[in-house]
T-cell receptor
Framework: DTEVTQTPKHLVMGMTNKKSLKCEQH?????MYWYKQKAKKPPELMFV???????INESVPSRFSPECPNSSLLNLHLHALQPEDSALYLC??????????????FGDGTRLSIL | EDKVVQSPLSLVVHEGDTVTLNCSYEVTNFRSLLWYKQEKKAPTFLFMLTSSGIEKKSGRLSSILDKKELSSILNITATQTGDSAIYLC????????????FGQGTTLQVKP
């Protein structure tokens, strides 16, 4: 089990649905990340939150909307997704995004399927 | 542009063999290089290599950073079936935004 907890583990949704992915960490980390991973590909960064503020958006479509309610929680709100958005969505956290000698720790991910 | 390339892309060995996985990189401003192991779910952190820590070891796994050659290797000795996984090499980007740039990964299969 990882120290970064993601829910749900699996999610199947239609293209008109609205759903949210949740991520929680209690390591006192102040940087949190969303990655998208397609099958047989490495993770690709989507968003970075630093001290609860969005610091990086890697040109992600607006149908993905991140939210950081507090330092322990990170959400990803989904709306009007496309079939190509089906992937494993990974959350990660690190002590501070600017500290180079601290690793990012990943959650187990949410496997998302869009019908 | 920062870039990470891993080789080989896949590898099949038998239990007890020793394997060496390679990672080469291009970066404007080196900060750190990380190795992760990914089975079916989360990438699990293995090692972080920095300018002040170019060699790490944990049990049967070890890793070395060669800043002159812009590369790193991950060695696994006496492989076990439980070592079967995708091994990911990642680079902290030059922009110091926290972004990790991943290589394509090496898929290792250890046969009994």
């Amino acid at each position: 089990d990882t120290e970064v907890t993601q829910t749900p583990k699996h999610l199947v949704m239609g293209m008109t649905n609205k759903k949210s992915l949740k991520c929680e960490q209690h390591m006192g980390h102040r940087a949190m990340y969303w990655y998208k991973q397609k099958a047989k590909k490495p993770p690709e960064l989507m968003f970075v939150y630093s001290y609860e503020k969005l610091s990086i958006n890697e040109s992600v479509p607006s149908r993905f909307s991140p939210e950081c309610p507090n330092s322990s929680l990170l959400n990803l709100h989904l709306h009007a997704l496309q079939p190509e958005d089906s992937a494993l969505y990974l959350c990660a956290s690190s002590q501070d995004r600017t500290v180079s000698n601290q690793p990012q720790h990943f959650g187990d991910g949410t496997r998302l399927s869009i019908l | 542009e920062d870039k990470v390339v891993q080789s080989p892309l896949s590898l099949v060995v038998h239990e007890g063999d020793t394997v060496t996985l390679n990672c080469s990189y291009e970066v404007t401003n080196f900060r750190s290089l990380l190795w992760y192991k990914q089975e079916k779910k989360a990438p699990t952190f293995l090692f972080m290599l920095t300018s002040s820590g170019i060699e790490k070891k944990s049990g049967r796994l070890s890793s070395i950073l060669d800043k002159k050659e812009l590369s790193s290797i991950l060695n696994i000795t006496a492989t076990q079936t439980g070592d079967s996984a995708i091994y990911l090499c990642a680079l902290r980007g030059s922009s110091n935004t926290g972004k990790l740039i991943f290589g394509q990964g090496t898929t290792l299969q250890v046969k009994p």
